[in-house]
């Protein structure tokens, strides 16, 4: 399904397969102006577990930019910009580990450089 | 022996008339050969070779508005028994195989001599293949490509994808869309959208979000 600005809307979207792929990206919660950083444990087209700074509010509104591999295409590295909301968020066991938020994505969009 | 029967009957797909009425000439002056008609976009070749079944059909691969690659793709899809010769100023190795994989006999270049073009008509016509020198170097470093020492290419093979769609997603995974891949691999917006459809149906995704995640998991496309 299309949406504004040529990104597609996923409502409706059933059984996505799910990857184990730690892609770096950069999210931000109520379209607050700081951006964080993370990177994903798993992802589907529909939701992503990540690893972030910060834990965050279920039901808050959250834009992830993904970063895709640019070696792949040898070319400057793609975006893709997800809409969604934070689903639960979990503290980190230990010190060193960043918290996981789950998130679901309603909306995405590739962008290029 | 009734010489019309014999005669090899050809039609050449060319987008430029001055270099079709010539090579018509020139393969009526040859004895056993007949140019039964011409064509200058990929959509009059398909229309030409289902109604007059040539033997022989001279295609010239970059024509505008319908390609000839796209000709060559649906008289695939067709079943045509017309033997193909691609007669190009030039062709990228990836296409060679992929011409070849839909069903080409022939490939010979331009600037080739008429008494090349000639011997491929006739060998080509007998049910035998013809790639001319400069193919067959491009056609062994495409395979060699697809040798099983590349992982991307193993996996690539494993769902049944062709080079042409290995590209299409490296430029999806590079954000492209549907356009810009088009007008970056030289095919229409709807040749484009129909190779993304063979995509999905190949690998079981169902967007392009996935496509992506699927193809770096997998590592569908190459770094080099």
Redo the contacts between chains.
């Keep these: 399904m299309l949406g504004a600005r040529?990104g597609?809307s996923?409502a409706g979207?059933v059984r996505?397969?799910r990857?184990?792929?730690h892609?770096p990206l950069r999210y931000r919660v109520n379209r607050e102006s700081e951006w964080r950083k993370g990177v994903t444990t798993n992802?589907?087209?529909s939701g992503m577990l990540f690893r972030g700074e910060d834990l965050a509010e279920p039901g808050t509104p959250i834009e992830i930019r993904l970063v895709?591999?640019?070696?792949?295409?040898?070319?400057r590295a793609?975006?893709?910009v997800c809409r969604g909301t934070v689903m639960r968020t979990e503290r980190p066991g230990s010190n060193s580990d960043a918290p996981i938020v789950a998130t679901r994505?309603s909306y995405?969009r590739?962008?290029?450089? | 022996m009734d010489e019309s029967a014999a005669a090899i009957d050809i039609v050449i797909s060319d987008d430029h008339p001055i270099f079709r009425e010539g090579l018509r000439k020139l393969l009526e002056a040859e004895p056993g050969m007949r140019v039964v008609g011409e064509a200058a976009d990929g959509e009059e070749t398909v229309k030409l070779v289902s109604e007059l079944k040539p033997k022989i059909l001279l295609l010239d691969i970059s024509m505008p508005r319908v390609t000839g690659l796209e000709a060559l793709r649906e008289l695939s899809k067709l079943g045509t028994k017309t033997h193909i010769i691609v007669l190009t100023a030039a062709i990228e190795k990836e296409q060679v195989v992929e011409v070849l994989q839909l069903g080409v006999h022939g490939i010979v270049l331009k600037h080739s001599t008429l008494q090349l073009l000639l011997k491929s008509i006739r060998c080509v016509s007998g049910g035998q293949y013809w790639v001319g020198q400069e193919s067959v170097s491009d056609l062994i470093q495409a395979l060699r490509r697809m040798t099983p020492q590349s992982r991307t290419s193993e996996a690539s093979r494993d769902f049944g994808l062709t080079a042409r769609e290995v590209q299409v997603i490296?430029?999806?995974?590079?954000?492209?869309?549907n356009k810009?891949l088009a007008q970056q691999l030289g095919i229409s917006e709807h040749t484009a959208k129909h190779h993304l459809t063979n995509i999905f149906d190949k690998l079981?995704?169902?967007?392009?979000?996935?496509l992506?995640?699927?193809?770096?998991?997998h590592h569908l496309?190459?770094?080099d």
Aim: hydrophobic share 50%; proline share 4%; net charge neutral.
């Design positions: 040529g597609v996923l979207k996505a397969q990857f184990k792929l892609i992802i589907s087209c895709l591999p640019s070696e792949m295409t040898k070319q793609a975006e893709v994505i995405y590739f962008v290029r450089p | 490296a430029l999806i995974v590079a954000g492209y869309t810009d079981g995704v169902s967007n392009r979000l996935e992506v995640l699927f193809a770096i998991d496309i190459s770094q």
